[in-house]
């Protein structure tokens, strides 16, 4: 009598196993693209929150020690901002968008962009709330989209002779 061993697998042992290694890489890949697909994302929300930062204190640092506000008008709104900073050579100093980037213009110089090419700025604005006879609830409302995102700046202010 003939004992005939076995060694190896068969074909459908094979194909089960194949099977089964196919969909554990096919899982592990889409979990590295999901990982990998959230990290863009999340880079993207930072670069959004430190740049909308950055804009914030850059208007805020306008809006400081103002001596003369040129545009807008006291309970105005406008698309731009023009004021006089006291002891500051470099008089106006303007703020405005132009597609998607914020620019500062100082004195007679170039507008600057002031925001990075990653980012798009949208309806910016600025408000000049002024309240008759009550000096300090004076303050500019700065408002801006940032990639979706709203910012906000409200700065008071004390302007002498308004």
């Given at each position: 009598m003939t004992i005939l061993s076995q060694k190896g697998f068969s074909l459908l042992e094979i194909v089960i196993y194949l099977g089964l290694m196919s969909l554990v890489i096919g899982g592990a890949l889409m979990a590295a693209y999901e990982i990998l697909g959230n990290?863009?994302?999340?880079?993207?929300?930072?670069?959004?929150?430190?740049?909308?930062d950055f804009l914030v204190k850059k208007i805020g640092w306008v809006l400081s020690e103002i001596s003369d506000i040129n545009y807008p008008g006291p309970g105005l709104s406008g698309n731009y901002l023009s004021i006089n900073k006291?002891?500051?050579?470099?008089?106006?100093?303007?703020?405005?968008q132009v597609d998607g980037k914020i620019r500062i213009k100082k004195g007679t110089g170039e507008p600057i962009l002031i925001n990075n090419s990653f980012v798009n700025v949208s309806?910016?604005?600025?408000?000049?709330?002024?309240?008759?006879?009550?000096?300090?609830?004076?303050?500019?409302?700065?408002?801006?989209?940032?990639?979706g995102g709203y910012f906000e700046v409200n700065k008071p202010i004390g302007i002498l002779g308004i």
């Open positions: 990290e863009s994302k999340l880079e993207e929300k930072v670069v959004v929150s430190n740049e909308g006291q002891n500051y050579a470099k008089n106006p100093i303007i703020l405005d309806s910016l604005s600025f408000k000049f709330n002024h309240i008759d006879n009550f000096k300090p609830a004076d303050y500019i409302t700065a408002s801006f989209y940032l990639n």
